[in-house]
């Protein structure tokens, strides 16, 4: 599911927010892009998750009430970091720029490196908006763009270096360090490619030593420590 105009280590994400933002000093949005350092854009990227996120669900349930291009609804007034997280440290920056129907503005990125979590059925939501033409809004994210020679700064980064983007606290989706040990009692189907597996789990947290069960799980070779993803 693709939907991000950035791109994380050459691959896209199923949705990406932008919060754009402007020197109080210019006194409106127009005005503060023709500055080159009069806006600010904050990118957050969206990831999937089993569960909704009811901060975000508010949002998903006015999309009914713009639909169509140039609609508006308001909706009520909520803590926006319920949402979105501060830019305080570990995220990444660059100058760029924005094109619309005129000219070229340039801005500054922000970067997030926490996703924000939500489910199929929000991002789904975000699928039947519409253009000025009636046109289903799908896939409208620019292609990648040369760096052009801008440098892509990481601020005040964390020692979490292990990915690009870290995972999102408190989320549905769980990182399980397991150990594979086969079961010496083969199935007594045909298939003797197939056995049933124990996987011990082992996590850093009170679900230490829980245990699951699969059944016919293929089997590999030189199967010994993986990382699964649940």
Known sequence: MEGSEHTVDGGRLPAEMHVVTFKSCYLTQEAALKEQDGCAT??????????????FQPIVDALLDIQKAGSSKKITPTV???LVRKFESDFFLYWGSVSTTSCTHYLMWLICRIPIAVNVEQIDALRFIFDENGEQLTRNFRQVQSTQERTVLHVNPS???YSTLLQVP?????????????????????DSKTNSLILKLSLEDEQRKKR???????MLNNLQKYIYEY
């Open 212 to 218: 699951k069960k699969i059944k016919k799980y293929k």
């Open 159 to 161: 020692p979490s270096k």
């Open 80 to 82: 926006i970091t319920s």
């Open 42 to 55: 904050l990118v957050y990227f969206f990831k999937l998750q089993d569960a909704p996120n009811p901060a």
């Open 170 to 190: 408190n989320s549905v989706t769980q990182i399980y360090r397991c150990e594979v040990i086969y079961n010496k009692n083969l199935t007594s189907d045909s």
